[in-house]
């Protein structure tokens, strides 16, 4: 089904793909704009799979109607230590969470014993590939990897 008419036609758009150029931002404004009134979007993939102050403004405009992330683009800084007697920095994300129809968790969708297991048998596989000089299934190249210039760090 092409893109477009997915997102016309879905009640909830759930992303499970990589973070790529052709990926990143693919939930924009103009992707948004596209979509069903009220559509429900789902994200447990990568964060920057969604442009997130396009995704404000979607629910502002009540145009996507519930939001549920396990991701979010600028996640290192807050997902992974306890900042409960922090300030929050992120102006972006605390606008975010002031939606009562968005529900944020801390990157938590692969701590399961399945994909706990798939990552050390992918992982496994790909050193035995290494040393056997057979071609690498998960390769990184330059080209699949998006290298993002954050203004406020040195």
């Given at each position: 089904?092409?893109?477009d008419?997915?997102?016309a ?54 145009k ?34 002031t ?8 990157h938590?969708a ?31 190249t330059?080209?699949?990897v ?9």
């Open positions: 089904m092409r893109r008419r997915l997102l036609e879905a009640d909830i758009v759930t992303l499970h793909c990589p973070l790529t150029p052709d990926t990143h931002h693919v939930i924009d404004a103009a992707a948004i704009e596209r979509a069903r009134p009220g559509v429900l979007i789902v994200n447990t993939s990568r964060g920057a799979l969604i442009d997130t102050s396009a995704l404000i403004d979607g629910l502002k405009s009540r996507v109607g519930g939001v549920a992330l396990d991701v979010y683009e600028q996640e290192a800084d807050l997902f992974f230590e306890d900042l409960s007697n922090e300030i929050i920095e992120d102006d972006v994300f605390q606008r975010l969470l939606f009562s129809n968005v529900l944020v968790t801390g938590q692969f701590l399961t014993e399945e994909a706990l297991a798939a990552i050390a048998e992918t992982t496994l596989q790909s050193l035995s590939d290494a040393e056997a000089g057979r071609p690498l299934a998960n390769r990184v330059a080209s699949r998006i290298v993002r210039q954050d203004p406020m760090r040195p």
